[in-house]
């Protein structure tokens, strides 16, 4: 089963999930969904302004609060302290799905690369926009999990449409390329591959002493996770053959998982769709495109798009954003993005 068939496999999850009353009170206020001027969506819109987590982890309400009480511009009054709570529960489905399929990655739970580290940026409880994988989680026997606990619950969907869904994104998954690469170089693992990675992991550990990052960065949690994966970089740049190929593998499944469903899941519950998108300026670098749109509505860093463009096929997610304005051209905005892997003009992905 080819890459391309996840993103099918997650526009039939995020279908069902649309059903939950939970999410239906959350797109109710969801600045994606209507121009309303109340305070929730008001508070959403200086959620997102202030953090990206709208478009960066979309369905990842769980932090939302703490968040929201971090961001002067955001007035978390009981009304917006009540509806964030009573949205905080997509965010333990998300939370549960994404570390269900993890769990069925060979090497579960103890995977021998340096990025799994206990201090690096993936295993972080540090807030930031990819979910990590939770010490509580990885402890939790999911692997032995038929669907994701708690899901249904979560939503308020007793239907076995939740787990079938969910069964589906895994097995498509699991038949992608980078999961049958990632589980080919665990399989072929020697012993001295494993005490190359193991060293390399106990290098970011000591790396990442707790006082190091602080002395790096004592309070902005992007720069921290920036040090961290750039100590962790390091790490993985010092193995060579089998070993590094391996640790390159644990990243590509890792974040094709966090590609599919925290990010794409979540926008295809919210916009029910992957926007097209007519760019000019087209720059290629490999996976990474730079391109200006002119007027094709608000888009946001982490949003996913298509390209009217047949010489570029495929979804893109937005990295990053600038704007400038001139008295000839008007507002221009420059857009920074990269492919998703398998996500090509016939992945059936609407």
Do not use: K
């Amino acid at each position: 089963m080819p890459t391309d068939d996840v993103w099918p496999a997650l526009q039939a999850l995020a279908a069902t999930w649309t059903n939950s009353p939970v999410v239906q009170t959350f797109l109710a206020h969801h600045p994606a969904r209507n121009n309303r001027a109340d305070p929730v969506t008001e508070a959403l819109r200086n959620i997102q302004a202030g953090s990206f987590m709208l478009t960066e982890a979309p369905l990842w309400t769980t932090h939302w609060e703490p968040i929201a009480r971090q961001l002067p511009l955001v007035e978390v009054d009981r009304e917006v302290r009540n509806y964030l709570r009573e949205i905080a529960p997509i965010g333990r489905a998300v939370e549960s799905t994404v570390s269900w399929v993890r769990s069925r990655l060979p090497l579960y739970p103890a995977i021998p690369t340096p990025q799994f580290s206990p201090r690096g940026y993936r295993r972080s409880p540090e807030i930031s926009h990819r979910l990590p994988w939770m010490q509580p989680l990885l402890q939790a026997n999911l692997q032995s999990e038929p669907a994701p606990p708690g899901v249904e619950c979560a939503l308020a969907l007793h239907t076995d449409s939740v787990a079938d869904g969910a069964q589906d994104v895994l097995a498509a998954l699991i038949g992608s390329g980078e999961w049958q690469c990632y589980t080919d170089l665990a399989q072929a693992l020697t012993q001295q591959d494993r005490t190359d990675l193991d060293d390399a992991r106990h290098r970011v550990g000591a790396a990442l002493n707790p006082r190091l990052v602080n002395d790096y960065e004592p309070d902005r949690g992007e720069r921290r996770n920036q040090y961290r994966r750039a100590r962790t970089a390091e790490a993985v740049a010092g193995l060579s053959g089998r070993p590094m190929e391996f640790a390159n593998a644990f990243e590509a499944v890792d974040d094709l998982i966090d590609d599919a469903l925290v990010s794409i899941h979540g926008q295809l519950v919210i916009r029910g769709e992957i926007p097209v998108v007519s760019p000019t300026n087209i720059e290629l670098d490999g996976l990474n495109a730079r391109f200006e749109l002119e007027d094709d509505g608000p888009l946001n860093v982490g949003e996913s798009i298509r390209l009217d463009d047949p010489l570029v096929p495929g979804i893109y997610r937005i990295d990053d954003i600038s704007f400038s304005f001139n008295s000839i051209e008007g507002g221009i905005s420059r857009f920074s993005a990269r492919r998703l892997p398998g996500a090509d003009s016939s992945s059936g992905l609407a």
